[in-house]
T-cell receptor, first 116, second 114 residues
């Protein structure tokens, strides 16, 4: 149980275009979903927290107009990187938590974004 | 300000032996601690968690020990297997409400040799 999927697993886009990444909880309802970013050989950096039906809470230094997060249902959250630039190239990972034992987060497999 | 620290970037252990991964934290308000395993280009996999009111939790080959007075936790893997080779992150949670965030350590790369 507690499986989280992400789509796509990797994407290459041109500078200035937008990219949408989907995160789905497959076998449970996710009360909260989180979006992380990981740079090479570094730890995971939390970008934002989202609850179903409400606006996401962004961490300090994360541009909310650039990284649009929508949590439309209890099983789906999307991250849209708008007007992507090469410095947005990174590994993006989502996670989801349940109502019970909500401190446990279950992670998706990640999405590798390369902006050319 | 690194609230969760893993001071050993790497660890090498022989197959069959015990692997001990360490983690220190500074915030005494953390109420849950978790260990994750991560392979390259994949998301972290949840391994085991412990509440701050306990000092030990065991699940199969994995045991986590918590020493609150020292603000230290460790993950023991016995016996270590080659498939355990990965990067291990410890994480701490502040508040078990619906928006509890995790603070991650920098990770320890474990290599289990034959």
């Amino acid at each position: 149980g507690a499986v989280v999927s992400q789509h796509p697993s990797w994407v290459i886009c041109k500078s200035g275009t937008s990219v949408k990444i989907e995160c789905r909880s497959l076998d449970f309802q996710a009360t909260t979903m989180f979006w992380y970013r990981q740079f090479p050989k570094q730890s995971l950096m939390l970008m934002a927290t989202s609850n179903e039906g409400s606006k996401a809470t962004y961490e300090q230094g994360v541009e909310k107009d650039k990284f649009l997060i929508n949590h439309a249902s209890l099983t789906l959250s999307t991250l849209t990187v708008t007007s992507a630039h090469p410095e947005d190239s990174s590994f993006y990972i989502c996670s989801a938590s349940r109502l019970v034992r909500s401190y446990e987060q279950y992670f998706g497999p990640g999405t590798r974004l390369t902006v050319t | 300000d690194q609230q969760v620290k893993q001071n050993s970037p790497s660890l090498s252990v022989q197959e069959g032996r015990i692997s001990i991964l360490n983690c220190d934290y500074t915030n005494s308000m953390f109420d849950y601690f978790l260990w994750y395993k991560k392979y390259p280009a994949e998301g972290p996999t949840f391994l085991i968690s412990i509440s701050s009111i306990k000092d030990k939790n065991e699940d199969g080959r994995f045991t986590v020990f918590l020493n609150k007075s020292a603000k230290h936790l460790s993950l023991h893997i016995v016996p270590s297997q080659p498939g355990d080779s990965a990067v291990y992150f410890c994480a701490a949670s502040l508040g078990s409400g619906t928006a509890s965030k995790l603070t991650f350590g920098t990770g320890t790369r474990l290599q289990v040799t034959l």
